[in-house]
């Protein structure tokens, strides 16, 4: 490990702390993970002097130490514990000079917990834009804190930070020692017996947050309960007393140190571009067509502009496929390696430009200030169904990637809103789906048909298909609020910031993120079936499937070349692994009109539902009837006839009641693993599978018995 | 007494006190301070949430929220 002195980044959201830690690191940055929390951990280095460098630990952004949601706790649970491995040497605590009292109240919070702290002053052109005059040589003596001005998205101001870094490493000065709102002493004595010296503050944290820090056992934390009961202490009336006083003394020192020069000339308070902005983007008419407009062009870059990139991944792996037939003997090792490992790899490659997209719109919304204010109108209307303003980010990124999605839910402060949103969220159909959707529609719908001469009907089928599932995430959420109960209560304080300019490099780093983790997390699982599903389709039980052959030939001695062969594969099929599975559970899809080669495709979906496609594909080129070893996916579907009648199989009643079937069915490992992290309990993942899967049966029951 | 979920669009007023004790201590923190300056700027349609000016910033919050936050009418 690295003995670099560990300096930690702490700030409210919006004061700039990513572009500080950007401009401190420039490329020298890695994400990582924080041991036990599923939550990027972003470290970079500094070299504050020639030859010296310093480790940057980028922390999630807070007003205070006291956490309202799981983003936050994390902060107390390093800047908390001494032991923690990414406990700080010193911390630098980023403040919004335009701001500053509300900045100041998160500084203060910190350096008394005992860490060495160097105040910067981010924003110091916005503040003096607003006729604010900060004297911080006099504020550095008040707060007894080394202070640096600086710009941190210009790189401005970066030498005074280096020096005050500097002095204060080499003094490992913490100023404070007595708490802003005393208590008695018996009570810190008793904190301090238990669990050992500290500073008076820290003991404190320990005393009013122990059931949010991981680093106290169960016993523990009866303990610090008896101590509670016994003193008679309640932290919700100290920590709002606490911010009271703090902020009295803040108010004192900001009054003896900032001049506002608007108040002494008492000039009109100036009109920001902020304020001209949210008259357009929170007005009750046209906020909602500016949001309508702004999804508009999301979806159309995810699925027409998408569709390029897309294209010529799907034509670059078919190509190295071919190359590879070619050039290598054919055998099972080939049809493993070719089928079954590159057509895998290549079908999760193949979401990437969607994935990129929307997560290029998702990070431009957050950075420039606009998404906040999307959950600003939003709120009321999510409330309704049980969720929450801020549900709004988890859904729009549900059209990509559920797994992202869920993970981006950790900002909602009410547990039952984020659980409900966690809960509906893979309901909204994910990129996985649309190859499915795609290619069913094409099966059942006809192409050149439109509604009243202007509407695509196969674009119109796609489009129902995603308002049907964010119809029904509403719908589920709307019942498991009446279900689900509430802990706490569910609360909407949120800061709207000032619009900003967006940092390229912040947005290249967010969209690089996200679809690192779909390929690497959701591939492997996807490529590692596609394996296994090779290998089930491949082999049979017993000696079966060595005797199909010659039973066919016995039964058919007619067929010779094509026919007969194809006849020989599909019989194998039949006897496969593959095949047994499927037949065992057909008489359960029966009722929605599946067979039993519809059956494995729904049993191989049931990891990841994007193999499908592969499913299919890998089936019908095995067992299909058709003599052309080119056909695609959607003839070889086509021509499959329903034994019972006579017509083809995949007719509009079918053709439906799969398509609302993959729609609504929790077919993804990974969602199921992110639901486990992030609610930390199988309780949820299983409730989340049951439900959906339940929803998909009885859905397309409905479907197929009302159509056929 | 009033509440700040009783300002119209454009009106002010000074915190007095809060009748939440737990919404309080975010209240506070995000600088929503006893004698502090507030003034409503922006209503969602059917007048909830709501977004406020005061200690030089937008914050927004629900108008059940709002109505915890008493006030003095300026």
């Known amino acids: 490990m690295s003995k670099l002195p560990k300096i930690a980044l702490i700030g409210n959201p919006n004061a700039g702390k990513s572009s500080l830690f950007n401009s401190l690191t420039g490329m020298r940055q890695k994400t990582g993970n924080f041991p036990g929390v599923t939550m990027d951990k972003l470290t970079g280095t500094w070299e504050i002097e020639a030859h010296k460098e310093v480790e940057i630990l980028d922390l999630p952004g807070i007003y205070s130490i006291y956490p309202k949601s799981i983003d936050e706790e994390l902060v107390i649970n390093i800047l908390g514990n001494p032991a923690h491995e990414d406990y700080p040497d010193m911390a630098i605590v980023v403040a919004d000079a335009s701001n500053l009292k509300r900045n100041l109240l998160l500084f203060s919070q910190v350096r008394d917990l005992g860490i060495p702290t160097v105040l910067a002053l981010n924003m110091i052109d916005v503040a003096e834009n607003e006729g604010y005059v900060i004297n911080s040589i006099k504020l550095a003596r008040e707060l007894n804190v080394e202070v640096a001005e600086m710009n941190a998205k210009k790189g401005i101001g970066m030498n005074g930070l280096k020096l005050a870094v500097n002095k204060t490493l080499a003094n490992r000065f913490s100023s404070n020692d007595a708490l802003p709102l005393p208590v008695e002493d018996a009570l810190i004595d008793d904190i301090q017996a238990a669990f050992g010296e500290a500073e008076p503050y820290r003991s404190l944290l320990w005393l009013m947050e122990h059931d949010r820090m991981k680093m106290f056992s169960p016993s523990q934390r009866e303990q610090f309960e008896a101590l509670l009961e016994k003193h008679a202490f309640d932290p919700k009336i100290y920590k709002s007393k606490e911010t009271v006083k703090r902020y009295e003394l803040l108010t004192e020192v900001v009054d003896r140190c900032v001049i506002n020069l608007n108040r002494q000339w008492d000039a009109a308070p100036v009109k920001t571009l902020t304020d001209r902005l949210d008259k357009l983007f929170l007005h009750p008419v046209g906020g909602y067509l500016f949001f309508l407009a702004i999804l508009f062009v999301m979806f159309q870059a995810v699925f027409t502009w998408a569709t390029y990139p897309m294209d010529a991944i799907d034509g670059g792996v078919a190509y190295l496929n071919d190359w590879l037939k070619g050039i290598l003997p054919a055998s099972a090792l080939t049809g493993l390696l070719t089928d079954g490992l590159i057509a895998g790899i290549g079908g999760v490659l193949i979401f990437v430009p969607q994935i990129a997209f929307l997560f290029l719109f998702i990070s431009l919304l957050e950075e420039t200030g606009y998404m906040s204010r999307v959950m600003f109108i939003m709120d009321k209307l999510m409330r309704r169904f049980g969720l929450n303003g801020k549900s709004v980010v988890p859904l729009i990124s549900g059209v990509a990637c559920a797994v992202p999605a869920i993970m981006s839910t950790r900002s909602i402060g009410s547990r039952k809103d984020r659980l409900i949103t966690i809960l509906v969220t893979p309901l909204m159909s994910c990129s996985a789906r649309l190859p499915i959707y795609t290619v069913l529609i094409a099966l059942v719908v006809p192409e050149k048909s439109t509604l009243f001469g202007m509407f695509n009907l196969q674009g119109l089928a796609l489009f129902i298909l995603y308002l049907l599932g964010f119809f029904m995430a509403l719908v589920s959420a709307y019942v498991m609020k009446l279900i689900l109960k509430a802990k706490e209560r569910s609360y909407f304080i949120m800061e709207l910031p000032t619009y900003k300019g967006p940092r390229f490099k912040h947005v290249a780093l967010t969209i690089w993120n996200s679809v690192n983790a779909f390929v690497f997390e959701a591939g492997k699982i996807i490529v590692a079936i596609s394996i296994v599903l090779w290998v089930l389709a491949s082999y049979g039980p017993g000696e079966s499937m060595g005797k199909v052959a010659e039973q066919v030939k016995q039964a058919n001695p007619n067929l010779t070349g094509i026919p007969l062969s194809n006849k020989i594969a599909s019989e194998k099929l039949e006897n496969s692994y593959a095949g047994h599975f499927g037949k065992f559970i057909e008489p359960a899809i029966r009722p929605l009109g599946y067979d039993w080669k519809i059956g494995i495709a729904l049993i191989t979906s049931f990891a990841a539902r994007e193999v499908f496609v592969g499913t299919m594909s890998t089936i019908y080129s095995l067992g299909g009837e058709v003599e052309d070893e080119n056909a695609t996916i959607k003839n070889r579907m086509r021509a499959e006839i329903n034994p019972a009648t006579g017509k083809p199989l995949y007719d509009m009643a079918l053709g439906f009641s799969l398509l609302i079937f993959y729609a609504f069915a929790m077919q993804c490992m990974s969602t199921l693993a992110t639901t486990y992290r992030e609610t930390k309990s199988w309780k949820y993942p299983l409730i989340q599978f049951s439900y959906m899967t339940a929803l998909a049966y009885l859905s397309a029951f409905a479907v197929y018995q009302l159509l056929s | ?74």
Do not use: W
């Open chain 2, 1 to 74: 007494m009033v509440s700040l979920a009783d300002l119209a669009i454009g009106e002010k007023g000074d915190i007095v006190g809060f009748t939440d004790e737990k919404l309080s201590l975010k209240l506070l923190e995000m600088g929503c301070l006893p004698g502090s300056e507030i003034m409503m700027t922006h209503q969602a349609p059917f007048g909830d949430p709501i977004a406020i000016k005061v200690s030089g910033y937008t914050l927004s919050m629900r108008k059940e929220e709002a109505a915890t936050i008493l006030i003095n009418k300026k």
